[in-house]
């Protein structure tokens, strides 16, 4: 079995328990809003890191990060992107087992006509009294099972 780490919307804060909460993840995807890239280098201490470019990533160090990316992990392909309502393609069409979002800030994980739909929350500033958490993917050949982490912060 490989884990998956998720986070998202960390706005510049890289916290230390969302750090331990991705603490044995075989990968690390980052679903936008990063804030700045030493997130992407911590993060990378940890393991491989996907990342896509949110709304709030500007500057140079933003340029090389894509809108949108694909991340397979054994037989399970996963589409990332930073805010669903600007999605252009059909994931299951496309043959993705998960999409990845981030940008509402609110934990979410949902099957919709066979695939995952996860948000993993914001890991950064808190907003209004929304969860402060992560998520994983559990993916075991062509099976994928994700979960949400609240960081109870």
Same mark, same amino acid.
């Given at each position: 079995?490989?884990?998956? *780490? #998720?986070? $998202? +919307?960390?706005?510049? #804060?890289?916290?230390?328990?969302?750090?331990? /909460?991705?603490?044995? $993840?075989? !990968?690390? =995807? !980052?679903? *936008?809003? &990063?804030?700045? @890239?030493?997130? #992407?280098?911590?993060? /990378?201490?940890?393991?491989? =890191?996907?990342?896509?470019?949110?709304?709030?990533? @500007?500057?140079?160090?933003?340029?090389?990060?894509? +809108?949108?990316? =694909?991340? &397979?992990?054994?037989? =399970? $392909?996963?589409?990332?992107? @930073?805010? #669903?309502?600007?999605?252009? &393609?059909?994931?299951? /069409?496309?043959? !993705?087992?998960? %999409? %990845? $979002?981030? @940008?509402s800030h609110r934990p979410s994980c949902e099957q919709r006509r066979g695939v995952w739909y996860v948000n993993p929350g914001s890991a950064g500033p808190r907003r209004f009294t929304l969860p402060v958490a992560v998520g994983e993917i559990a993916v075991e *050949? +062509?099976?994928?099972?994700?979960?949400?982490?609240?960081?109870?912060?």
């Amino acid at each position: 079995m490989k884990r998956v *780490g #998720l986070i $998202s +919307d960390t706005h510049g #804060l890289l916290r230390p328990q969302a750090l331990d /909460a991705l603490r044995g $993840s075989d !990968h690390i =995807v !980052h679903a *936008g809003d &990063i804030g700045a @890239h030493a997130i #992407l280098d911590a993060l /990378a201490k940890i393991a491989p =890191v996907t990342a896509v470019r949110g709304n709030n990533d @500007h500057g140079a160090w933003a340029s090389a990060i894509p +809108d949108d990316a =694909v991340l &397979i992990v054994d037989g =399970v $392909s996963m589409y990332v992107i @930073h805010d #669903l309502a600007t999605m252009t &393609i059909d994931p299951r /069409a496309a043959g !993705h087992r998960v %999409v %990845v $979002s981030g @940008h509402s800030h609110r934990p979410s994980c949902e099957q919709r006509r066979g695939v995952w739909y996860v948000n993993p929350g914001s890991a950064g500033p808190r907003r209004f009294t929304l969860p402060v958490a992560v998520g994983e993917i559990a993916v075991e *050949g +062509d099976e994928a099972q994700p979960r949400l982490i609240d960081l109870r912060i």
